[in-house]
T-cell receptor, first 115, second 110 residues
Framework: DSGVTQTPKHLITATGQRVTLRCSPR?????VYWYQQSLDQGLQFLIH???????AKGNILERFSAQQFPDLHSELNLSSLELGDSALYFC??????????????FGPGTRLTVL | GQQLNQSPQSMFIQEGEDVSMNCTSS?????WLWYKQDPGEGPVLLIA?????ELTSNGRLTAQFGITRKDSFLNISASIPSDVGIYFC??????????FGKGTKLTVNP
């Protein structure tokens, strides 16, 4: 158990819909990262938040957005869903120190299926 | 952008054999991480490497951070059936984001 929790574990929805995925980082971790894992693309970094502020963006679509709340949990919002958005979505957390190495611990993931 | 080449793509070995896999990058990384992922689960951190030349062990696992900072390898000694899974390398450069290899799928025959 990494200490990172994600809900829901599974999500099935239809094209055009909007969903929210939730992540709670390990106790004491200030950084939350979101990743998408699909069969053909592997693990892709989406976005990083540190202590409530966006720090880095990766391959995140404009239809996707995220935020980190004062209690440090994070939500990833996916809208106007398409079939190709079906994937595993992971969040990871770390204690991110400026200029230092950063070890990320992953949650169990949310499996999103868009029908 | 940064890319990682991880090899081999898959391995089929007998229980008790040693395993070696590696990752190479077109650019320099400051951190190398090795993860194992079981089906339907999140990646689990196995070993983290923070300095060029660093050699770190975790039980039967040993990983090294290449001197050039563009490569890393992971060795598993005396493999057992529970070693089955997909192993990912990940590198971190100047930015905070991790770049992942495509994974090595390991199958261990009892």
């Amino acid at each position: 158990d990494s200490g990172v929790t994600q809900t829901p574990k599974h999500l099935i929805t239809a094209t055009g819909q909007r969903v929210t995925l939730r992540c709670s980082p390990r106790s004491g971790d200030l950084s939350v990262y979101w990743y998408q894992q699909s069969l053909d693309q592997g693990l892709q970094f989406l976005i990083h938040y540190y202590n409530g502020e966006e720090r880095a963006k990766g391959n995140i679509l404009e239809r996707f957005s995220a935020q980190q709340f004062p209690d440090l949990h994070s939500e990833l919002n996916l809208s106007s869903l398409e079939l190709g958005d079906s994937a595993l979505y992971f969040c990871a957390s770390s204690v991110w120190a400026s200029g230092g190495a950063d070890t990320q611990y992953f949650g169990p993931g949310t499996r999103l299926t868009v029908l | 952008g940064q890319q990682l080449n991880q090899s081999p793509q898959s391995m089929f070995i007998q229980e008790g054999e040693d395993v070696s896999m590696n990752c190479t990058s077109s650019s320099i990384f400051n951190t190398w991480l090795w993860y194992k992922q079981d089906p339907g689960e999140g990646p689990v951190l196995l070993i983290a490497l923070y300095k060029a030349g660093e050699l770190t062990s975790n039980g039967r696992l040993t990983a090294q951070f290449g001197i050039t900072r563009k490569d890393s390898f992971l060795n598993i000694s005396a493999s057992i059936p529970s070693d089955v899974g997909i192993y990912f390398c990940a590198g971190q450069g100047g930015s905070e984001k991790l770049v992942f290899g495509k994974g090595t799928k390991l199958t261990v025959n009892p």
